[in-house]
T-cell receptor, first 116, second 118 residues
Framework: EPEVTQTPSHQVTQMGQEVILRCVPISNHLYFYWYRQILGQKVEFLVS????????KSEIFDDQFSVERPDGSNFTLKIRSTKLEDSAMYFC??????????????FGPGTRLLVL | AQKITQTQPGMFVQEKEAVTLDCTYDTSDPSYGLFWYKQPSSGEMIFLIYQGSYDQQNATEGRYSLNFQKARKSANLVISASQLGDSAMYFC???????????????FGKGTKLSVKP
């Protein structure tokens, strides 16, 4: 069964460093998302991406964040200058094109980011 | 105001018994979807079940069913015949169709931690 994959599974970085989190969405999916979950808290939406551009972003997704689809399979989230409060689990998700409220988003296993 | 409310931070259930996890939601959008996800201790988010606002029947997927009460704005997850492997965090989430049919983001509740006792 196809699944969303994410690399790395864990990343430790120093405050101020840039990190790139990678995702490979399910191959026939065209909508991509990033969410984050700070430890012990609820999952929060960051950004959605379709047709090589951002569809929607939350107020969390400030200028320090960017997303890219560098090729036909990868979808990346970059944090330019990490802060301590960026420590969280980052989930990538994808869904097919048909759209509408019923379209299920399938999540990857997450990348646990720790900023020291 | 919270869009998704899960009032039970933690629940215990005896193995083989049924359990109901509560979820209430708040939206003025007539078209919306409700989802439940399971998050085991390993951290991944696993899709369980979906209910659409216009669906006439309650959704069912194997041992999972959704008790959808639209007038009360509740979408409770029922797990029948609980198994030890059901121990996990369970998140209720909603997507509203207020973006002209485009893919809206999921809004999550804070989750309920279910522990299944042998």
């Amino acid at each position: 069964e196809p699944e969303v994959t994410q690399t790395p599974s864990h990343q430790v970085t120093q405050m101020g460093q840039e990190v790139i989190l990678r995702c490979v969405p399910i191959s026939n999916h065209l909508y991509f998302y990033w969410y984050r979950q700070i430890l012990g808290q609820k999952v929060e939406f960051l950004v959605s991406f379709y047709n090589n551009e951002i569809s929607e972003k939350s107020e969390i997704f400030d200028d320090q964040f960017s997303v890219e689809r560098p090729d036909g399979s990868n979808f990346t989230l970059k944090i330019r200058s990490t802060k301590l409060e960026d420590s969280a689990m980052y989930f990538c998700a994808s869904s097919v094109e048909t759209g509408g409220v019923k379209e299920t988003q399938y999540f990857g296993p997450g990348t646990r980011l720790l900023v020291l | 105001a919270q869009k998704i409310t899960q009032t039970q931070p933690g629940m215990f259930v005896q193995e083989k018994e049924a359990v109901t996890l509560d979820c209430t939601y708040d939206t003025s959008d007539p078209s919306y979807g409700l989802f439940w996800y399971k998050q085991p201790s390993s951290g991944e988010m696993i899709f369980l079940i979906y209910q659409g606002s216009y669906d006439q029947q309650n959704a069912t997927e194997g041992r999972y069913s959704l008790n959808f009460q639209k007038a009360r704005k509740s979408a409770n997850l029922v797990i029948s015949a609980s198994q030890l492997g059901d121990s996990a965090m369970y998140f209720c989430a909603m997507r509203e169709e207020n973006y002209g049919g485009s893919q809206g983001n999921l809004i999550f509740g804070k989750g309920t931690k279910l522990s299944v006792k042998p």
